[in-house]
């Protein structure tokens, strides 16, 4: 069983076009996230839900909108694509620290977005 | 802020060759720390992790200490293999961040040759 499953795999489109990806996860975990990325393999966080509550929202345009409708989902929808929105989005989860513990960030596959 | 400064790649190495990538970290209080690999083409999985000073983290042959006087988790290998090629990614959370937060360092890519 995928325990972080995201979609599409591959994203190919137009700058100025709206597109989502989705992401699931069956881990039974209370946090999500979005990374971004980049060609160098910098990862950068950029969005984090607990509980379907915004947690962490960092310097992202406004075109990027995560939307959680369920703890096992965590959804993003970018508006107005460009192409330095080009790059490979990750979602992860884990369980939430509780006293004493860490959790573990579980990540999905990723999506390779290519704007042209 | 939280940080993590880990060597820059590229590293090359031959098949049964020894491995370090150097981590240092910047935290306040007691960081729980991380190593992540990304094989091509697909996501990050946790490698090892250590949640407090002298422990040592270990998995499929690789090792790292969690050493507070360094403020470092090294990670190391005895014998690499081609099989090793990947990106390695140096991690830390904190109690004192924002809930789950991961500051991760920008990444090793690590090459093998047979």
């Known amino acids: 069983d995928t325990a972080v499953s995201q979609t599409p795999k591959y994203l190919v489109t137009q700058m100025g076009n709206d597109k989502s990806i989705k992401c699931e996860q069956n881990?039974?975990?209370?946090?999500m996230y979005w990374y971004k990325q980049d060609s160098k393999k910098f990862l950068k966080i950029m969005f984090s839900?607990?509980?379907?509550?915004?947690?962490i929202n960092e310097t992202v345009p406004n075109r990027f909108s995560p939307k959680s409708p369920d703890k096992a989902h965590l959804n993003l929808h970018i508006n107005s694509l460009e192409l330095g929105d080009s790059a490979v989005y990750f979602c992860?989860?884990?369980?939430?620290?509780?006293?004493?513990?860490?959790?573990?960030?579980?990540f999905g596959p990723g999506t390779r977005l290519l704007v042209l | 802020g939280d940080s993590v400064t880990q060597m820059e790649g590229p590293v090359t190495l031959s098949e049964e060759a020894f491995l370090t990538i150097n981590c240092t970290y910047t935290?306040?209080?007691?960081?729980?720390l991380f190593w992540y690999v990304q094989y091509p083409g697909e996501g990050l999985q946790l490698l090892l992790k250590?949640?407090?000073?002298?422990d040592k983290g270990s998995n499929k042959g690789f090792e790292a200490t969690y050493r507070k006087e360094t403020t470092s988790f090294h990670l190391e290998k005895g014998s690499v293999q081609v099989s090793d090629s990947a990106v390695y990614f140096c991690?830390?959370?904190?109690?004192?961040?924002?809930?789950?937060?991961?500051?991760f360092g920008r990444g090793t890519q690590l090459t093998v040759w047979p």
């Open positions: 839900y607990n509980n379907k509550e915004l947690i």
């Open positions: 992860a989860s884990s369980q939430e620290a509780i006293a004493g513990g860490f959790g573990t960030q579980y």
């Open positions: 935290a306040t209080g007691y960081p729980s």
């Open positions: 881990l039974g975990h209370d946090t």
């Open positions: 250590a949640t407090k000073a002298d």
């Open positions: 991690a830390l959370s904190n109690r004192g961040s924002t809930l789950g937060r991961l500051y």
